[in-house]
């Protein structure tokens, strides 16, 4: 089943043509990733779809709903979470209250303690640092911390923006696992990637955005295997 | 599950420090001379307390640079003097307009909230377009906006209302909350206790309201205007409200002001008001609400009381000391807030409030233990 359908989606940043008019599906249960070079529009898409930005023209649909000019807060209430690109947990806040924040909208407030307590089941380290001001964590525990919060509105779809950034080998590792236990919990993966290699390696699908368009897709096996992404984005070997 | 509220040991140190003060100052006012300078810095202290703090939720917790306090102030004060003077005393006040159209007076408290409300209706008013506004820009918005309320407060046309640039007199100041045996000696002083309850009630509705799930968004938004916009916040909705509330408090601080004052007239509350408030605000401390109401003591004391020798001459020991004499003391307070400024940037208490370093330290002992 298509989750999210994206149809001929056009975004201008004053009078420039940000996307291109690109079309693409996310299904139910996948991981699907963008891949591309910078300014090539992939944030610009997720930007779109949270309802940060407004499309020129196009449509999104999310699941059966036309979602294409609601405001931020309604997408959110729908079912799809951001995690902004460099991590931007409130550093002014502590661990707790960043997670708490993420279930601003939600209205059952009594179960909002059980999601705090899922998620410190699945990052021990937040429960660690529970009542530390987010400003204070290393760069891997705020990647941590903005999933976390992401994962307290209990989203369908999770969009990814660079969760990879600027963080230790290892690091990436770990979030990319974090990314597959996800899935395997029922999340939808829209994720974005400058590691384009890791990415396509965990993805069900890919897509290659340049300046705007969609100029390749496949699943993330065969694009790791296809020539031209080997060259510009996998590094030729 | 339902989530417990933790008393913190910071909590109740910070709850015993302000009762004590309130004894303190309850029972220093039964037994030292009223015309003492203390109480004179007291009530001030505690009206800019309230009006420091109402600014930091604004400016320091969700990040709106606003320099509109004193036209809020203005409208506070003006809508608290003109509600309360006793109907006996108009034709006075308002000799050049026939006694003024307004003919009832409101008791003390309705007429406070009412300030507040009428300032907080203004700020959503002009909020509608100003919020769309930046940083600086919002700046100079709201500043201009107190400009142009100054200036309409004093318009001759309005005199009937607001007494034009005369003053307004006569209200409810308060002394006139002390209590009074037949004789009309005062039994019990409570001038100065009054205002340490209104703003001690309107603070601690301001701190319940920076810890709750609405203010917590506050500070999201002043953290990251784009991620908190992802997590589903409304940010028009919050900074409109974060407007409103902010001059909510500016009011009722106005109309504390005008209490404090006895009289008030539209020409006191210029932009320098503003400007003081906003450094008490930086001197205790962007973000931190017992940094706002102690620096707001602390700037009172010295401009009103501790400063003051250096108006005058002073000799030691026959020795004329040089360069004193009146204006001086606006010198030497001009280098001490830039010293704080150079050398203490984030203020006394920084980000921090006064639970926060009880609650620290005990961690700490905690730690060697």
Known sequence: MNMLKVTNLKVSYGGIEALKGISFDVEQGQIVTLIGANGAGKSTTLRAISGLVKPASGSINFMGQDITNLNPQRIVSTGISLVPEGRRVFVNLTVKENLKIGAYLRQDKDEIEETIQDIYRRFPRLKEREWQLAGTLSGGEQQMLAVGRAMMARPKLMMMDEPSLGLAPLVVKDIFSIIRDLKSEGITILLIEQNANAALRCADFGLVLETGRITLTGTGESLLNNEQVKEAYLGAD | ?369
């Open chain 2, 1 to 369: 599950m339902k989530q417990k509220r933790k008393i913190t040991p910071g909590a109740v140190a910070t709850a015993v420090i302000v009762i004590a003060i309130y004894a303190a100052v309850f029972i220093s006012e039964q037994f030292l001379p009223p015309t003492s300078m203390l109480f004179t810095v007291l009530k001030k202290g505690a009206t800019y307390a309230l009006v420091a703090v109402s600014m930091n939720l604004l400016n320091g917790f969700t990040g709106l640079f606003s320099l509109g306090q004193a036209g809020f102030m203005l409208i506070g004060a003006y809508t608290y003097a003109v509600l309360t003077i006793p109907v006996s005393q108009r034709a006075a006040v308002y000799q050049y307009y026939d006694g003024g159209i307004i003919q009832f007076a409101l008791p003390v408290i309705p007429a406070i909230i009412l300030a507040g409300l009428l300032a907080a209706l203004c700020a959503l008013l002009i909020g509608l377009p100003v919020l769309r506004l930046k940083s600086d820009y919002l700046a100079i918005a709201t500043l201009g906006f107190a400009e142009i309320m100054r200036s309409i407060f004093q318009w001759d046309k309005l005199g009937p209302l607001t007494n034009g640039s005369n003053m307004l007199r006569l209200f409810p100041t308060f002394n006139d909350f002390n209590i009074k045996n037949a004789d009309g000696e005062v039994v019990v002083y409570l001038s100065t206790l009054i205002p340490f309850l209104i703003s001690g009630v309107c603070i601690l509705i301001i701190v319940l309201l920076i810890r709750s799930t609405y203010g917590r968004a506050f500070i999201a938004i002043r953290d990251d205007e784009v991620a908190a916009e992802a997590m589903g916040i409304n940010l028009a909705h919050h900074k409109r409200s974060a407007f409103c509330i902010s001059s909510f408090f500016a009011g009722v601080g106005g109309a504390m002001l005008a209490m404090y004052m006895n009289s008030v007239q539209a020409k006191s509350f210029t932009s320098a008001m503003t400007y003081e408030i906003l450094l008490i605000v930086v001197i205790g401390g962007i973000g931190s609400v017992t940094g706002s109401c102690l620096s707001s003591f602390l700037f009172v004391a010295c401009s009103e009381w501790w400063l003051r020798f250096l108006d005058q001459k002073q000799v030691i020991g026959g020795w004329e000391v040089p360069l004193l004499r009146n204006g001086f003391r606006l010198v030497v307070f001009s280098i001490i807030i830039m010293i704080v400024v150079l050398f203490f940037r984030k203020g006394i208490m920084g980000d921090k409030e006064l639970w926060d370093l009880f609650n620290r330290k005990k961690k700490k002992e905690g730690a060697q233990g």
